[in-house]
């Protein structure tokens, strides 16, 4: 790429970082306000034009007024919020290494529970079936079962059922477990069920206040 970002483009995450569970509620509230109070101090990382890591910084960011949601928008002071993750004429990562980069980044900085971490896991596994390999390039790979469950310190059974999950839950339930609300295997078990009997038990599961 010749610059950061395409102004025609809106920018959207990597899969390797679309894996993870965004932040929401009071955890994303207290990141706008950190940014809105100190500014960004962490640049966000951008890999082919996408988000490697950064996702909840941008969206506090620009929740904030310190980003635009609108590239077109986006000053000459600004652009310094954003690094490439491949410097000018360095030699393209490997998948592994992109992947150790993501994992790094969020498996110690976000407190994660077991049944979230599944989930990241059982999201990169399923990558592999999402692309045509010429299509891959530096946005996904084929990532095993056992590697996943590894790299997320996980189990690999737990994995195959947080894959259930992604396969037959509907939103709501993927987003409960996702948001540490629900377990991944209560939501196996509930992912068995017709959907609109998920719906009814979407229903009467406790809400925020």
Known sequence: MSTLIDADVRLTAHPYADAWPLMVGDELDELTEDIATQGLLQPIILLDGLILDGRNRYRAAVAAGVLPDDFDKITASQIKHFHQFVPVGAPEPTQEQLL??????????????????????????????????????????????????????????????????????????????????????????????????????????????
């Open 100 to 209: 150790a980069f993501v994992v790094s980044r969020n498996l110690h900085r976000r407190q994660l529970n077991d049944d979230q971490r599944r989930m990241v896991a059982a999201r990169l596994v399923n990558l592999k079936a999402g692309r045509p390999a010429e299509e891959q390039s530096s946005q996904s790979a084929n990532i095993s079962r056992d590697d996943a469950a590894r790299q997320l310190k996980t189990d690999v059974a737990g994995v195959d059922r947080a894959r259930s999950v992604l396969a037959h839950a509907v939103h709501e339930i993927v987003e409960a477990v996702d948001e540490g609300k629900v377990t991944v295997a209560a939501a196996a078990e509930i992912a068995q069920q017709s959907p609109e009997r998920q719906a009814e038990i979407v229903a009467s599961l406790p809400r925020d206040d």
